[in-house]
């Protein structure tokens, strides 16, 4: 038997089927995990190393030998990044940093507009 075209008419079974995560067909039926996202694991599947060309800089000067924790195409870390997503607390701190996270203090009182105080009074 041929290891080709003729072989590759005989597939019917499915191996991966729809994620309820990140619905994907990337769900593996016998293996019960998505390959996408990782599910049921609780957190989502992600790249681990981060390019550094600091690191890898000094790394090449002491004769370190550089070991990837993976290998993820530049697009598939872009797909899962920072950003992607809703960034409910990110938004929050991005505001504090911008007021210098103070707490525990007032808001300073708002001068009224003269034009529409006068405005209410002749009315």
Not at 16 to 42: E, F, M, N, V, W
Not at 73 to 78: D, L, N, P, T, V
Not at 110 to 115: D, F, H, S, V
């Amino acid at each position: 038997m041929t290891k080709g075209t003729s072989s590759l008419g005989k597939r019917h079974n499915k191996t991966h089927t729809l994620c309820r995560r990140c619905g994907r067909s990337s769900y593996h039926i016998q293996k019960s995990r998505c390959a996408q996202c990782g599910y049921p694991d609780k957190k989502l599947r992600h790249c681990t190393f981060f390019f550094n060309p600091l690191v890898i800089f000094q790394q090449l000067h002491l004769n370190v030998t550089l070991f990837l924790l993976d290998n993820w195409s530049y697009k598939a870390q872009r797909r899962k990044r920072t950003g992607t997503g809703r960034r409910r607390h990110l938004k929050i701190v991005f505001r504090r940093f911008k007021n210098g996270f103070r707490e525990g203090t007032q808001p300073k009182p708002r001068k009224r507009e003269i034009g529409r105080a006068s405005c209410r009074e002749r009315v």
